[in-house]
Nanobody, 119 residues
């Protein structure tokens, strides 16, 4: 099992920045990739960004490319999501997730952290 705990959410004005953190614990040696997802009210959960746990490969949703940056610190078992130039449409609950495989559904999820961007 892998446990994930997100932090860093909050209220920010449009154009501002936030940095989300995800602390991983448990069997992190089984993790292949980490991801960030988000779910806005009345919408389905959507992919935001992903990073390979043991490498530098990253992937982003088109809607956040150039504004968000995913990074990791393996020594601390941490994953981060730096969010710049935030827009009201970025408002959502953001979830950290871990996958033991290179593809397919993510295996483990955090409880989520709320990000609210005011206009």
């Amino acid at each position: 099992q892998v446990q994930l705990v997100e932090s860093g959410g909050g209220l920010v004005q449009a154009g501002g920045s936030l940095r989300l953190s995800c602390a991983a614990s448990g069997r992190t040696y089984r993790v292949y990739r980490m991801g960030w997802f988000r779910q806005a009210p009345g919408k389905e959960r959507e992919f935001v960004a992903a990073i390979r746990w043991g490498g530098s490969f990253t992937d982003y949703a088109e809607s956040v490319k150039g504004r968000f940056t995913i990074s990791r610190d393996n020594a601390k078992n941490m994953v981060y999501l730096q969010m710049n130039s935030l827009k009201p449409e970025d408002t959502a609950v953001y979830y950290c997730a871990a996958n033991e495989q290179s593809a397919g559904p993510y295996d483990y999820w955090g409880q989520g952290t709320q990000v609210t961007v005011s206009s």
